[in-house]
C-alpha cells in the first residue's frame, strides 16, 4: 500500500502570505496525485488533479507541482477563506485502492 | 447540476450492519466510478470502495470482509453496507465521484455527497 505522507501538521500564515504544502509517497505515483480543501463541516473540495491540473472553478492562486514521490501544493497569497485543512490523494493501480495524506491544517496566525 | 444526495441510518448498536444510499441527480451515472469514503471524527480521509455503474467493485483490503456496495442503474444509486460495526466504524461517511478528464481516468473525486454522519453506540 502506498502511503502519504503530508508536512508540515499545521503550518500557520497570515493572508496575504505564500502557503507552500508538502506530500510525500513511500513509491512512485508518477503524476497521479490530487489535492483538496476541507473546511469544518463540509466535504473536500477538488483543487488540483494530477499534480497541477486546476479543477473546475478552483482560483489561479492555487498551483500545484512534483511528479514521482514528491508533490508541493502552492497558493500564492492567502485570502481569508483559504485556512482550511488540505489533503493529498493518490490512486493505485493494483490492487485498485485510493489513499489520502493525513492532512495539513493551515491557520491563521 | 449534477448533485449526489446520500441518506442511510445516523446511529446503530454494535454488530449491526450500516447501510448508506447515495443517488445522483442531474447527471450522468454511466462512465464513472463512485466511492465511499469515510472521516471519524476529528481524523483523516479513509476510502472505503468503489464501484462503476456496470457493478465492478473496488475495495480497501482493510474493511474488505465487511463491505459490499451495489449499484442500481434504474435508480442511479449505489450504496454501501457495512457489517458488523463497532465503535471504530464512528465516522462522517461521504459518497464521490471519480471521472475522466483530459489527462488521466478515475484519478480524483470531482463531486462529493454532503456527508451522514453515523454513530455507533450501545
Known amino acids: 500500500e502506498i502511503v502519504l505522507t503530508q508536512s508540515p501538521a499545521t503550518l500557520s500564515l497570515s493572508p496575504g502570505e505564500r502557503a507552500t504544502l508538502s506530500c510525500r509517497a513511500s513509491q512512485s505515483v508518477s503524476s497521479y496525485l490530487a489535492w483538496y480543501q476541507q473546511k469544518p463541516g463540509q466535504a473536500p473540495r477538488l483543487l488540483i488533479y494530477?499534480?497541477?491540473n486546476r479543477a473546475t472553478g478552483i482560483p489561479a492562486r492555487f498551483s500545484g507541482s512534483g511528479s514521482g514521490t514528491d508533490f508541493t501544493l502552492t497558493i500564492s497569497s492567502l485570502e481569508p477563506e483559504d485556512f482550511a485543512v488540505y489533503y493529498c490523494?493518490?490512486?493505485?493501480?493494483?490492487?485498485?485502492?485510493?489513499?489520502f495524506g493525513q492532512g495539513t491544517k493551515l491557520e491563521i496566525k | 447540476q449534477v448533485q449526489l444526495q446520500q441518506w442511510g441510518a445516523g446511529l446503530l448498536k454494535p454488530s449491526e450492519t450500516l447501510s448508506l444510499t447515495c443517488a445522483v441527480y442531474?447527471?450522468?451515472?454511466?462512465?464513472?466510478?463512485w466511492s465511499w469514503i469515510r472521516q471519524p471524527p476529528g481524523k483523516g480521509l479513509e476510502w472505503i470502495g468503489e464501484i462503476n455503474h456496470s457493478g465492478s467493485t473496488n475495495y480497501n483490503p482493510s474493511l474488505k470482509s465487511r463491505v459490499t456496495i451495489s449499484v442500481d442503474t434504474s435508480k442511479n444509486q449505489f450504496s454501501l453496507k457495512l457489517s458488523s460495526v463497532t465503535a471504530a466504524d464512528t465516522a462522517v461517511y461521504y459518497c464521490?465521484?471519480?471521472?475522466?478528464?483530459?489527462?488521466?481516468?478515475?484519478?480524483?473525486?470531482?463531486?462529493w455527497g454532503r456527508g451522514t454522519l453515523v454513530t455507533v453506540s450501545s
Open positions: 490523494q493518490q490512486r493505485s493501480n493494483w490492487p485498485p485502492t485510493y489513499t
Open positions: 464521490a465521484r471519480a471521472g475522466c478528464s483530459s489527462t488521466s481516468c478515475y484519478t480524483a473525486y470531482d463531486l
Open positions: 442531474g447527471g450522468s451515472f454511466s462512465g464513472y466510478y
Open positions: 494530477d499534480a497541477s
